[in-house]
C-alpha cells in the first residue's frame, strides 16, 4: 500500500487491498505477518522518520479498530523503535513501550515482546541509563530466544547491542563473551559474508 510524499494517510487504492487481507487473516487466525515500510531518497531523513511514524501510528490504529493484535503489536513495537531510536525521542519510545508490552504478551507473533524489549532497551541507552538497558537486553535476549531458538539472528541483534551497553560499563570481558556469542550465531545463522557479520566483528572490537 502506498502513501503520498509527507503524508500519513494510505492512498484510496490501499483500502480495497487491506480489507481483502483483513478477510485473509480472519479465515486463517494461525497465520503470522509482520508490518514493514519503506521510504525512497525523497525528502530529509528527519521528515522520512517523522512520516514512517505517522504510518506506523495510522497501521496500530487502523489494526486496533479491526482487533487485529498481532499486527497492531507488530506496529507499536516499529513505534518504540522510531522514538527511542531514529527520532532521538527515548521518553516518549518508554511510554508507548506499555502499550506495546501490552500487545505482545497478546499476540500469538512469535519474539513479539522481545522485539518490543530490544527497542525499549536502545530507548534507556540513550537517556544515559545503561544498568536498566543492559537488564532489558538481557530479557530481550531471553524471550527471543525461548521463542525464537538459540540460533536466531534476532537473538544475535540482542546480544550485540547488549554486549556495546556492557563495554559502555566496563565490563569488557563480558561484553567480549556476549560479541562473540552474537558473531556466532550470526555466522551460523546468515553465513560468514553477510554485512552483519562485519559489525558484529566490530562490535567484538570495540
Known amino acids: 500500500v502506498l502513501f503520498d510524499f509527507d503524508q500519513a494517510e494510505l492512498k484510496a487504492g490501499a483500502y480495497p487491498i487491506l480489507d481483502e487481507a483483513v478477510m485473509v487473516l480472519n479465515d486463517n487466525p494461525d497465520l503470522n505477518i509482520e508490518i514493514q ?42 513505534v518504540v523503535f522510531l522514538l527511542g531510536f531514529a527520532l532521538d525521542r527515548p521518553q516518549e519510545a518508554i511510554a508507548w513501550s506499555v502499550h506495546a508490552l501490552a500487545l505482545a504478551e497478546a499476540s500469538t507473533t512469535p519474539g513479539a515482546r522481545g522485539r518490543v524489549l530490544n527497542s525499549l532497551a536502545a530507548a534507556y541507552w540513550n537517556v544515559g541509563e545503561l544498568e536498566e538497558a543492559n537488564t532489558i537486553y538481557g530479557q530481550a535476549a531471553e524471550q527471543i530466544s525461548a521463542a525464537l531458538g538459540p540460533e536466531h539472528p534476532r537473538l544475535a541483534v540482542a546480544l550485540e547491542n547488549q554486549a556495546r551497553v556492557v563495554n559502555r560499563l566496563g565490563r569488557s570481558a563480558e561484553a567480549q563473551v556476549l560479541a562473540e556469542r552474537s558473531l556466532a550465531i550470526y555466522e551460523a545463522s546468515l553465513g560468514p559474508e553477510h554485512p552483519s557479520v562485519a559489525q558484529s566483528l566490530i562490535a567484538l572490537g570495540e
Open 37 to 78: 515500510g519503506y521510504t525512497d531518497s525523497t525528502g530529509e531523513d528527519d521528515s522520512e522518520d517523522e512520516q514512517a511514524e505517522a504510518s506506523l501510528n495510522d497501521a496500530y490504529r487502523r489494526a486496533l479498530e479491526r482487533r487485529m493484535i498481532d499486527e497492531a503489536a507488530s506496529a507499536s513495537a516499529g
